[in-house]
């Protein structure tokens, strides 16, 4: 297996790699509107770029939503390179960053086929199913622990 190296990068960096991956795999393969899958949140978040062997094969982000809280979200790993756990280090990476910055907690949108996923790293479904993107979704939460 090759070496994986995230890097973590503002939009003005991370565009250029991460766009491509989240357009092949939001807009191309789920069917997602291309005008929803770019938003305010981008230029504000920090952005995981997972790369393997030189090419850029996933990406998320880490939006900070202020009081102690984040969001993670735009999480997508190109269909050749799924089922390699790079999905997992790409989200443990980020949550160690949100804990570094002391934050307490983590919320995202989990697809319903992704909630097995999350809730192996500690994540709690909330709330009720709803659409978004016309992809159904709920909102999955982790508290974080502060680090002494």
């Given at each position: 297996m090759k070496t994986l190296e995230i890097l973590l990068l503002p939009w003005q960096q991370a565009s250029q790699s991460a766009y491509p991956i989240r357009k092949q795999v939001f807009i191309n393969e789920q069917?997602?509107?291309e005008e929803l899958e770019l938003d305010e949140f981008d230029s504000s978040a920090l952005h995981a770029l997972a790369y393997q062997g030189g090419q850029c094969?996933?990406?998320a982000r880490l939006v900070n939503l202020g009081n102690g809280n984040a969001q993670i979200g735009r999480m997508a790993v190109l269909v050749n390179f799924r089922g390699q756990g790079i999905g997992k280090q790409i989200l443990e990476k980020l949550l160690l960053t949100a804990q570094a910055d002391g934050l307490s907690s983590v919320i995202l949108h989990a697809q319903l086929t992704a909630i097995p996923f999350y809730e192996k790293l500690g994540f709690v479904a909330q709330g009720p199913?709803?659409?978004e993107a016309g992809i159904p979704h709920r909102n999955m939460m982790l508290l974080l622990h502060k680090s002494n």
């Open positions: 069917g997602v509107p094969v996933g990406t199913t709803y659409d």
